[in-house]
């Protein structure tokens, strides 16, 4: 009886490990908006943390001001980042709860 518990247990945790395998391919495909400057920078990024498409407002280039730029792009990123974070954690978080895994 115990080693009919324990198949039973093993099944259901590869159909858990094939069902997050499937929402993390997935999330490669869902896109997350990161900006800065009141929009003047946005970035965007898909929920593998990959930074798939930049855009600035061509009336905050300063070529006297590129630091203050720089610093825009660099929020812009992270705050996507944080985003790409959040959505990963939703979509994941379903089959982590309570199992107390690091990063998720």
């Given at each position: 009886m115990m080693r009919?518990?324990?198949n039973n247990m093993m099944r259901q945790v590869q159909k858990m490990q094939?069902?997050?395998a499937e929402e993390q391919e997935?999330?490669?495909?869902e896109m997350?908006?990161?900006t800065a400057g009141g929009e003047a920078v946005k970035?965007?990024?898909n929920g593998h943390k990959q930074v798939v498409d930049v855009?600035?407002?061509?009336?905050?280039?300063?070529?006297e001001d590129v630091e203050?730029?720089?610093d825009l792009i660099l929020a812009a990123v992270n705050d996507a980042l944080v985003?790409?974070?959040?959505?990963?954690?939703?979509?994941?978080?379903?089959f982590t709860k309570g199992l107390n895994l690091p990063g998720f």
């Open positions: 009919g518990n324990m094939k069902q997050m997935k999330l490669k495909d997350v908006e990161g970035v965007k990024a855009t600035i407002n061509p009336e905050v280039v300063d070529p203050m730029l720089e985003k790409a974070d959040e959505l990963a954690s939703q979509r994941l978080g379903k």
